[in-house]
C-alpha cells in the first residue's frame, strides 16, 4: 500500500491518541489532504538513522487552527506497519510518501498471561509510588500501559515490532521482572543508609554449636 508519511522520532501504538503540533509547510499540507480526501498516513519511526517501521494513523479532529496555518490535530493510531520503498516527495505534493506492507497484528493472548503482567505493572507503580489505576485483565493488552511502564525508545520500538500478542506480554514482562528486580534492590540500599547510625536489634545467636 502506498502512503504519504511524517516520519518522527517517536513510537505510536495500535489505539493510541496521536496529538500533534502541524506548522511546516509540507504538513500542512498533508493534514488538508486528509480533510479533504479522508486519507490516512503513516509515521515511521526515525531510529538509528533509518526507516524501516511505523504505524498508520488517521486524523481525527483538528483542535487548532492558527493564523499562520499552524495546527494542533489529534489522530488515531491503527495498524503497524513495515516501509518497502520512501521517497521524499510524492508526485506533486510537498511531504513525502512510500511503499509499505501492513503487519499480520494477533491480538488474543491467554487471560492468566496478561493478569500476571498487570500485576507486574501494578508492582512497579508501587515501588515508584505512583497511583496506579486498576484495569481488568479483560480489558489490558500490550499496548494499554506501553508508555508507561520505563520503557526505553530503542524498547518501544522493538515492541512495535512484535506482531504475536503473547510474545508482546512476556517482552514486557521480562522487562518489567528486571526492573522492579533493580528498584527493589535500590529500595533496599535504601533502607540500609538509612539505618546507618540508628540503634539497631540484633538477632542474639546461639553459640552452642558454635566450633572453630
Excluded at 8 to 24: A, C, D, M
Aim: proline share 4%; aromatic share 12%; hydrophobic share 40%.
Amino acid at each position: 500500500m502506498r502512503l504519504p508519511l511524517f516520519p518522527l522520532q517517536s513510537v505510536f501504538f495500535p489505539g493510541e491518541t496521536v496529538p500533534l503540533h502541524i506548522f511546516e509547510e509540507r504538513y500542512k499540507q498533508l493534514i488538508n489532504d486528509c480533510r479533504k480526501e479522508a486519507i490516512t498516513f503513516g509515521i515511521p519511526v526515525f531510529i538509528n538513522d533509518t526507516l524501516s517501521y511505523g504505524t498508520e494513523v488517521q486524523l481525527a479532529e483538528v483542535v487548532t487552527t492558527y493564523d499562520n496555518g499552524e495546527m494542533d490535530v489529534v489522530c488515531v493510531a491503527r495498524q503497524v506497519f513495515k516501509i518497502r520503498s520512501f521517497e521524499n516527495q510524492m508526485e506533486g505534493k510537498l511531504y513525502a510518501g512510500g511503499d509499505v506492507d501492513f503487519l499480520d497484528m494477533e491480538s488474543s493472548a491467554d487471560e492468566n498471561l496478561r493478569a500476571e503482567v498487570l500485576a507486574k505493572v501494578e508492582e512497579l507503580y508501587e515501588l515508584m509510588d505512583v497511583p496506579f489505576t486498576q484495569i481488568s485483565p479483560k480489558q489490558f493488552s500490550s499496548y494499554s500501559l506501553a508508555h508507561k511502564m520505563g520503557l526505553s525508545f530503542e524498547q518501544e520500538y522493538e515492541l512495535l515490532q512484535i506482531s504475536n500478542e503473547t510474545d508482546r506480554l512476556l517482552f514486557i514482562k521480562n522487562h518489567l521482572e528486571s526492573t522492579t528486580a533493580i528498584l527493589n534492590q535500590v529500595n533496599h540500599t535504601k533502607t540500609v543508609i538509612e539505618m546507618n547510625g540508628h540503634f539497631k536489634n540484633f538477632d542474639p545467636l546461639d553459640f552452642q554449636d558454635f566450633k572453630i
